[in-house]
């Protein structure tokens, strides 16, 4: 039987706006001299999905040249400042994503995702035939990043505003396989000190 195909979509499209006047960007933010969207991309390239698409926004040109040389597929969304949603149906509307059974939805702010991590969220996944969606947690608690079926797509072309992957859990009366991953499933970065807290040094 054929394993069910996984694209990973990485959310990097945001205005970072808890960030506050400096006008520096989290995702350009260092972690042992590599910027955060680019690391988060070399541990997508790394796992076992079948592509991986990034989805860019505030600050485009930036992120994108940060992302120079890697195999992934860059889709720009105008829409960024509507929330969320645009940027989740931006990286499903990839041609990229068509033929995947699911996606993998990963924020570009969370440091402490590993290869290993995406790995067993993408077993999982498998395992369950590609019917159920993964989610990694953190000690039972909800967190990021999350695998949705293909038979939610629709769902995920219909949102609207600021909503994200938990919403589409809420409404999507599938079952929920939860895949703890300690701690880095609930680790993100959205202030200079959370940066500096967890290893990283602020660029641009």
């Known amino acids: 039987m054929l394993k069910a195909s996984v694209a990973i979509v990485i959310l990097a499209a945001g205005k970072a706006s808890r960030m506050g006047e400096s006008g520096r960007h989290k995702l350009l933010a260092e972690f042992d001299g590599v910027p955060l969207v680019r690391r988060c991309a070399l541990t997508a390239l790394g796992s076992d999905a079948a592509c991986v698409i990034v989805v860019t926004g505030h600050r485009r040109r930036e992120i994108e040249a940060a992302l120079a040389g890697l195999p992934v597929t860059l889709v720009d969304n105008p829409d960024y400042e509507d929330g969320m949603a645009s940027s989740l149906i931006a990286g499903l509307s990839s041609k990229r994503a068509d033929d995947a059974d699911g996606i993998l939805v990963m ?98």
Do not use: Q, Y
């Not at 953190?138 to 609207?160: A, D, M, Q, T, Y």
């Open 107 to 204: 924020l570009a702010d969370m440091p402490g995702i590993s290869i290993a991590h995406l790995n067993v969220l993408i077993s999982a996944f498998r395992n369950s035939g590609g019917k159920a969606i993964a989610r990694a947690v953190s000690c039972g608690k909800p967190g990021n990043p999350v695998v949705l079926p293909r038979s939610l797509n629709h769902v995920i072309l219909r949102l609207e505003g600021d909503v994200g992957a938990r919403d589409i859990i809420k409404m999507s009366g599938l079952p929920v396989l939860g895949v703890d991953v300690g701690d880095a499933a609930s680790l993100d970065v959205d202030t200079t000190e959370d940066i500096l807290a967890t290893g990283g040094e602020m660029k641009n």
